[in-house]
């Protein structure tokens, strides 16, 4: 099967601007997600740059946007493609080059919710107890794998991405509040109570939509939101 | 050429399980950290562990460490070094309670304390009946093990040097380690790392063969640097095949699902396992039910058109139990099988999944080479830990979860001596020898300069076609003898790789043929190791020697790359404080 890819081309020690490139690839039946195809690219032109590990879309490497959409190039199965795939790098953050873009601004954000549970309390010998229903508030918040997608499909980030924290931040900060192990729910509301760090979310909903773990940061945001106003009354 | 140079106390190679445990350790020791990763930390192959971290916590049965030591001992094929294994699955509860206060979402018991499943070659009582040792985070362990390590270090402000990667190890004339040269990848620039103590947390190197459960990035790099500094690699005939990869795309599919009661078929619909391994059936060791599973195929009675694979049946777990705590296995069978497992079986073939062997290390994670009589002497400086490391305490064949608790207990033993070392040993650092950088230089240049050469994916493939083919499940002396004359000529291609990108930033066309450079060095040592041992133990099956000969192969291979010679070394027989386990016939 032979298929036509358009791919954003742009290396700063070449290129004055960034273009669009094409390429005729024909690909074997054993080919069946876009990682797959990318790679059989690179083998032809090896200045073709772009990230993955994995392969199996646990590590969040090889986020793109793909005809218009945001997802891993891993996951995503080539024969359910529209021709010829355009393939750009994420939106919103600077590219460094061709697919492989600047995550500093993104991981910055992350690191801001202070991602990791805070207690102070002198740790018991064992394990902290935790019901399987408590356990249970963290599904669905954990799972996150750090790709960006849902952060780089958001207009809000867009806009302001070194004052918003963007979704993937935002569900993070929820997976801590969430954790009963954690003892800083009030401290990380202070965190987000600010014109822009939380609030500049207006639900457009577009990080659930390309969320390639189906997780939702609108309705991790949904109930920080809740708690706010829970704590002003 | 001038190289810039950089100082820490210590360099960490890896953001794995393993780099940022010991990472942890040191950051919050107040040393000054460099931690190098060819990917972001939670990129690492660490986040595909599924199963489960063992421990005898004994949360749902009665267990012991004692029990889980026995299990590693026999698991290994009595390969494996006994003062290690115990020092490992004593340490394990702790470690694991650890992770627990450091945050991961470990799921819960009725009664609140971490959820424990059954696995392969977890027995009670010295191997005669299953015991539920794993830890789980639902079907997503590793991910959220090394998402955990990752937001603690974050807390401990360790000094991350994201999309860098080391190039050489930096040995003086005393052959003491003083750091590594890196390459950040971002700019091309490359770099001296100059330390009082380097650790290498590498991870694997899967990539040697065409179909594996491994991430692109897992390539043997701190193997590779490792033999190109003269010390040699340990046991690399022993190679782990996961027994249920998905056929035809190579990803990996948890011993979990058999912990939770899922069963292996063949084209009959019979449960062959219940042949193979009567007691443990389908939760026998690894290399017991991948050898039953390519018997099964061999003989005929493989399902499929081609008749090339068998099925995991999971169906009758129901929802329920399949969505609660095998939800990644679900999305991976309809993303890379096409099937439901809520409603029909996937297929799996064994796929190459983990290196047991690597840069000999003891327990406390220092690295040890022979010297005169001695086999076990410490090179000065250098640590290694996790699945690069050979410790060894997974011997001939690895027990599920064992390897996640490898990561961990001696990620931070590694960075507990590291610590001991720089504050006692060497408070200052030794000076860099005059060239440091010049082996690495030399690599570049040679990559850039380099013309009439062949494509590295070209040779890539032709290595990875010739491991597949001569070091798979089953092996024989006349496959093995090709095997290594073949590996030979293709290391020769691999000196004259070619690539076309010569620019500077970003270039992963470099980047993969510099990690060519380090697979084409395991590759090699795969294939002379295994060639060698005329016998069959844990995951080296021999065909022409089908059984385990311990009077004369109860012994650690040791390859050294320069002259592409082996020597061996003994087992360490003494456990630290116990009895020894004395070899017996291996059964499940």
Same mark, same amino acid.
């Given at each position: 099967m032979k298929m036509h890819f358009q791919l954003y081309r742009f290396n700063p020690d070449v290129d004055q601007k960034p273009y669009m490139q094409d390429y005729h690839v024909e690909l074997e039946d054993s080919d069946k997600k876009l990682?797959?195809?990318?790679?059989?690219?690179?083998?032809?032109?090896?200045?073709?740059?772009?990230?993955?590990?994995?392969?199996?879309?646990?590590?969040?490497?090889?986020?793109?946007?793909?005809?218009?959409?945001?997802?891993?190039?891993?996951?995503?199965?080539?024969?359910?493609?529209?021709?010829?795939?355009?393939?750009?790098?994420?939106?919103?953050?600077?590219?460094?080059?061709?697919?492989?873009?600047?995550?500093?601004?993104?991981?910055?954000?992350?690191?801001?919710?202070?991602?990791?549970?805070?207690?102070?309390?002198?740790?018991?010998?064992?394990?902290?107890?935790?019901? $399987?229903?408590?356990?249970?508030?963290?599904?669905?918040?954990?799972?996150?794998?750090?790709?960006?997608?849902?952060?780089?499909?958001?207009?809000?980030?867009?806009?302001?991405?070194?004052?918003?924290?963007?979704?993937?931040?935002?569900?993070?900060?929820?997976?801590?509040?969430?954790?009963?192990?954690?003892?800083?729910?009030?401290?990380?509301?202070?965190?987000?109570?600010?014109?822009?760090?939380?609030?500049?979310?207006?639900?457009?909903?577009?990080?659930?939509?390309?969320? $390639?773990? #189906?997780?939702?940061?609108?309705?991790?945001?949904?109930?920080?939101k809740d708690l706010m106003v829970k704590r002003v009354v | 050429m001038s190289v810039p140079v950089r100082k820490f106390d210590a360099v960490i190679v890896g953001a794995g399980g393993a780099g940022l445990r010991a990472a942890l350790q040191l950051s919050e020791a107040g040393l000054k950290t460099a931690v190098l990763s060819k990917v972001f930390p939670t990129r690492s192959h660490t986040v595909a562990a599924q199963g489960g971290i063992s421990a005898s916590l004994g949360n749902v049965q009665e267990d012991k460490w004692e029990w889980h030591m026995y299990d590693t001992v026999k698991g290994s094929d009595w390969l494996g070094d006994q003062d290690a294994i115990e020092f490992m699955c004593r340490q394990a509860p702790e470690v694991v309670v650890e992770l627990e206060h450091f945050g991961m979402p470990f799921d819960r018991l009725e009664n609140g304390k971490i959820y424990q499943r059954p696995f392969g070659g977890h027995m009670a009582d010295f191997g005669k009946t299953p015991v539920q040792r794993a830890c789980a985070a639902a079907d997503?362990?590793?991910?959220?093990?090394?998402?955990?390590?990752?937001?603690?270090?974050?807390?401990?402000?360790?000094?991350?040097?994201?999309?860098?990667?080391?190039?050489?190890?930096?040995?003086?004339?005393?052959?003491?380690?003083?750091?590594?040269?890196?390459?950040?990848?971002?700019?091309?620039?490359?770099?001296?790392? #100059?330390?009082?103590?380097?650790?290498?947390?590498?991870?694997?190197?899967?990539?040697?063969?065409?179909?594996?459960?491994?991430?692109?990035?897992?390539?043997g790099d701190g193997l590779g640097m490792t033999v190109r500094a003269g010390i040699p690699l340990e046991d690399m005939e022993f190679w782990q095949f996961h027994p249920t990869g998905v056929a035809g795309a190579g990803v990996l599919i948890t011993e979990g699902v058999r912990g939770e009661g899922g069963i292996l078929l063949n084209a009959n619909g019979e449960r062959f396992m219940e042949r193979y391994a009567p007691n443990a059936k389908d939760l026998a060791s690894r290399d017991v039910v991948s050898r039953a599973m390519a018997l099964e195929i061999l003989e005929g009675r493989g399902c499929g058109k081609e008749k090339d694979h068998v099925l995991l049946k999971l169906d009758h777990l129901g929802p329920e139990i399949i969505n609660h705590r095998l939800p990644g296995i679900r999305e991976i069978a309809i993303k890379f099988a096409g099937?439901?497992?809520?409603?029909?079986?996937?297929?799996?073939?064994?796929?190459?999944?983990?290196?047991?062997?690597?840069?000999?290390?003891?327990?406390?994670?220092?690295?040890?080479?022979?010297?005169?009589?001695?086999?076990?002497?410490?090179?000065?400086?250098?640590?290694?830990?996790?699945?690069?490391?050979?410790?060894?305490? #997974?011997?001939?064949?690895?027990?599920?979860?064992?390897?996640?608790?490898?990561?961990?207990?001696?990620?931070?033993?590694?960075?507990?001596?590291?610590?001991?070392?720089?504050?006692?040993?060497?408070?200052?650092?030794?000076?860099?020898?005059?060239?440091?950088?010049?082996?690495?230089?030399?690599?570049?240049?040679?990559?850039?300069?380099?013309?009439?050469?062949?494509?590295?994916?070209d040779v890539r493939n032709a290595m990875q076609k010739c491991v597949q083919l001569r070091a798979g499940v089953f092996r024989n002396d006349e496959n093995l003898a090709k095997g290594v004359a073949e590996i030979k000529a293709i290391a020769e291609r691999a000196k004259r790789t070619q690539i076309k990108d010569k620019s500077k930033v970003w270039n992963t066309a470099r980047t993969e043929a510099l990690e060519l450079d380090n697979l084409i060095e395991v590759a090699v040592a795969t294939l002379i190791s295994a060639e060698a041992r005329k016998e069959s133990r844990g995951a080296h099956a021999q065909d022409d020697y089908p059984d385990r000969h311990d009077d004369e192969w109860m012994k650690h291979t040791l390859y050294d790359g320069a002259t592409r010679s082996l020597s061996y070394k003994p087992v360490h027989t003494q456990p630290l404080s116990v009895e020894y386990i004395a070899p017996q016939k291996r059964v499940y």
């Open positions: 990682l797959d195809a990318l790679v059989r690219l690179k083998a032809v032109d090896d200045t073709l740059s772009f990230r993955r590990s994995c392969r199996e879309g646990v590590c969040g490497s090889d986020a793109m946007n793909i005809n218009g959409k945001n997802g891993l190039a891993c996951i995503t199965d080539l024969r359910d493609l529209k021709q010829p795939v355009k393939i750009r790098p994420l939106p919103g953050l600077p590219v460094i080059r061709d697919l492989i873009v600047d995550m500093t601004q993104f991981f910055k954000q992350y690191h801001s919710i202070k991602p990791y549970v805070i207690n102070d309390d002198p740790p018991p010998e064992r394990e902290r107890l935790q019901s $399987p229903k408590d356990r249970e508030e963290l599904d669905g918040l954990y799972e996150c794998i750090l790709c960006a997608c849902c952060s780089t499909s958001c207009p809000s980030f867009w806009w302001n991405p070194d004052k918003f924290v963007g979704p993937a931040g935002l569900l993070a900060a929820y997976r801590f509040i969430a954790d009963t192990r954690d003892t800083q729910v009030n401290e990380r509301l202070d965190n987000l109570e600010d014109p822009y760090r939380l609030f500049r979310c207006h639900t457009i909903m577009n990080c659930v939509d390309v969320c $390639p773990k #189906h997780l939702n940061p609108t309705k991790a945001i949904g109930k920080i | 997503r362990t590793g991910h959220a093990m090394l998402h955990t390590l990752y937001q603690r270090n974050v807390r401990a402000n360790t000094q991350f040097f994201v999309e860098w990667m080391a190039l050489d190890l930096i040995r003086d004339a005393d052959g003491d380690v003083v750091g590594v040269t890196a390459l950040e990848m971002e700019t091309g620039e490359t770099f001296i790392l #100059h330390a009082k103590a380097v650790l290498f947390a590498t991870g694997g190197a899967g990539r040697i063969y065409s179909a594996s459960t491994n991430a692109f990035i897992n390539t099937v439901d497992p809520i409603k029909d079986p996937i297929p799996v073939v064994p796929t190459t999944h983990y290196m047991m062997g690597g840069i000999p290390a003891n327990y406390k994670g220092e690295v040890v080479a022979p010297q005169g009589d001695n086999p076990e002497v410490r090179v000065n400086g250098f640590y290694a830990a996790g699945e690069c490391a050979c410790a060894s305490v #997974h011997g001939a064949n690895r027990l599920g979860t064992n390897s996640l608790l490898d990561l961990v207990v001696f990620g931070k033993s590694a960075g507990n001596s590291m610590i001991e070392y720089i504050k006692t040993e060497r408070q200052d650092w030794k000076p860099l020898p005059a060239n440091a950088a010049d082996v690495s230089l030399a690599r570049l240049a040679r990559l850039e300069n380099q013309t009439g050469g062949e494509e590295v994916a």
